[in-house]
């Protein structure tokens, strides 16, 4: 049984315009169709499959300094360290508790 869960869709935009990152373009890199990447960004629930893919492809843009400071007005602040590695490590520690539950 796979389970499926809403994407942070505030903290993917931080980290999108702290990377200078759009939309197209992350869709592309984590493999999914711009329609798919719109319906997750829009709080339709994914499979933590989808979400790794997604924070893996995050993970390969680098942070931009001061990229929030080109944001619109209310775009919230990101933070000073990437946590892009720690969502990865997060959804393949998900997965393989998963995994494990589907066997037993």
């Known amino acids: 049984?796979?389970?499926?869960?809403?994407?942070n869709r505030e903290r993917l935009d931080r980290e999108m315009v702290?990377?200078?990152v759009d939309g197209r373009t992350l869709a592309r890199a984590a493999k999914l169709s711009e329609v798919s990447?719109?319906?997750?960004?829009?709080?339709r629930p994914v499979r933590s499959s989808t979400l790794r893919r997604v924070a893996e492809a995050l993970a390969k843009f680098p942070l931009m300094p001061g990229a929030e400071l080109l944001a619109e007005p209310g775009?919230?602040?990101?933070?000073?360290?990437?946590?892009?590695p720690a969502v990865v490590q997060e959804v393949k520690?998900?997965?393989?508790?998963?995994?494990?539950?589907?066997?037993?």
């Not at 520690?93 to 066997?103: G, L, T, Y």
Request: proline letters at 5%.
């Open 1 to 7: 049984m796979t389970t499926a869960a809403p994407i």
């Open 75 to 84: 775009t919230k602040k990101t933070a000073d360290v990437d946590p892009a």
């Open 37 to 43: 990447f719109s319906k997750l960004r829009n709080g």
């Open 18 to 20: 702290a990377r200078g």
């Open 93 to 104: 520690a998900d997965a393989s508790s998963s995994a494990r539950r589907q066997r037993e």
